[in-house]
């Protein structure tokens, strides 16, 4: 089973942080990338931050400066520190786990910027 199970995600307030885990199973022989996407009501999903095996991270430009990637060891958690956060990050982020040549994505977890 290599579903992603993400979890961390609630109500902050602007300028606030939190931080996502999400476990992603699977052997770190066979990783390709793993990353967090968001889906905003009524917009498409769209790439926030991708970490490949070796440690390579790609970040969206609206979340560069703000939010950090990482794994822990073996690539079996991927977590996303969210700083500063404003309303504009609010969405149901979802976790890929790309491994094999498949990707697995997680059910998503809401994260709301509201005052």
């Known amino acids: 089973q290599v579903q992603p199970v993400e979890s961390g995600g609630g109500l902050v307030q602007p300028g606030g942080s939190l931080r996502l885990s999400c476990a992603a199973p699977g052997s770190i022989f066979s990783l390709n990338v793993l990353g967090w996407y968001r889906q905003a009501p009524g917009k498409e999903r769209e790439l926030v931050a991708t970490?490949?095996?070796?440690?390579?991270?790609n970040y969206a430009d609206s979340v560069k400066g703000r939010f950090t990637i990482s794994t822990s060891n073996h690539a079996s958690t991927v977590y996303l520190q969210m700083n500063n956060l404003n309303p504009e990050d609010t969405a149901v982020y979802y976790c890929l786990n790309s491994r094999g040549g498949m990707d697995y994505w997680g059910k998503g977890t809401l994260v709301t910027v509201a005052s």
């Open positions: 970490i490949t095996r070796s440690g390579r991270t």
